[in-house]
T-cell receptor, first 114, second 114 residues
Framework: AQKITQTQPGMFVQEKEAVTLDCTYD???????LFWYKQPSSGEMIFLIY??????QNATEGRYSLNFQKARKSANLVISASQLGDSAMYFC???????????FGTGTRLLVSP | GAGVSQSPSNKVTEKGKDVELRCDPI?????LYWYRQSLGQGLEFLIY????????KSGLPSDRFSAERTGGSVSTLTIQRTQQEDSAVYLC????????????FGPGTRLTVT
């Protein structure tokens, strides 16, 4: 079975600080992809970053980076220099070659304060 | 270019009525997915289409739910004899193929069954 676990229901960070959102996953498929999505209050899911299971380096996209620790089955999202506009729900998701659907975690609500 | 579009954005219906939700994927995307997000819940996979292959219906919660994709493009999700527990946001996503490409989501349809 494929499973994503996000243990932080809510996180608080001050503007310009860095924050790490945790994600652990479980799969027996050796080939998989890990995704992070942002869902602001408007409701739309916005793709942030992707990490493939065979990628040697951690993915980075601007202020977003993915701390991929394969042995620990973790794929934490790091947001550097937080901005007020980063306040949103963040979902970690996984897709395996055996199951093309995305399996989502329950999300983490991030609140960035001035 | 244009993103994934969904209509209507909001739908209020009486219990027992049928509803149709529409999704127009990004041009050129061969894979199309439907998900459901209930209040306080994560995202739940419903159904996925890839090209002309038979759809993966494994996430449909009951036989009241069905979906079709005409001409490999627009998709319609139909819910018959709606129940109050069907109230949720229905999200459509598309991607280039079923390999590890990110899925792009539409704005969703908020369905309320009274």
């Amino acid at each position: 079975a494929q499973k994503i676990t996000q243990t932080q229901p809510g996180m608080f960070v001050q503007e310009k600080e860095a924050v790490t959102l945790d994600c652990t996953y479980d799969t027996s498929d050796p080939s998989y992809g890990l995704f992070w999505y942002k869902q602001p209050s408007s409701g739309e899911m916005i793709f942030l970053i992707y990490q493939g299971s065979y990628d040697q380096q951690n993915a980075t996209e601007g202020r977003y980076s993915l701390n991929f620790q394969k042995a620990r089955k973790s794929a934490n999202l790091v947001i550097s220099a937080s901005q007020l506009g980063d306040s949103a729900m963040y979902f970690c998701a996984m897709r395996t070659t055996g199951f093309q659907k995305l399996v989502f975690g329950t999300g983490t609500r991030l609140l960035v304060s001035p | 270019g244009a993103g994934v579009s969904q209509s209507p954005s909001n739908k209020v219906t009486e219990k027992g009525k049928d509803v149709e939700l529409r999704c127009d994927p990004i041009s050129g995307h061969t894979a199309l997915y439907w998900y459901r997000q209930s209040l306080g819940q994560g995202l739940e996979f419903l159904i996925y289409f890839q090209g002309n292959s038979a759809p993966d219906k494994s996430g449909l919660p009951s036989d009241r739910f069905s979906a079709e994709r005409t001409g490999g493009s627009v998709s319609t999700l139909t819910i018959q004899r709606t129940q109050q527990e069907d109230s949720a946001v229905y999200l459509c996503a598309s991607s280039f193929t079923t390999s590890n490409y990110e899925q792009y989501f539409g704005p969703g349809t908020r369905l309320t069954v009274t």
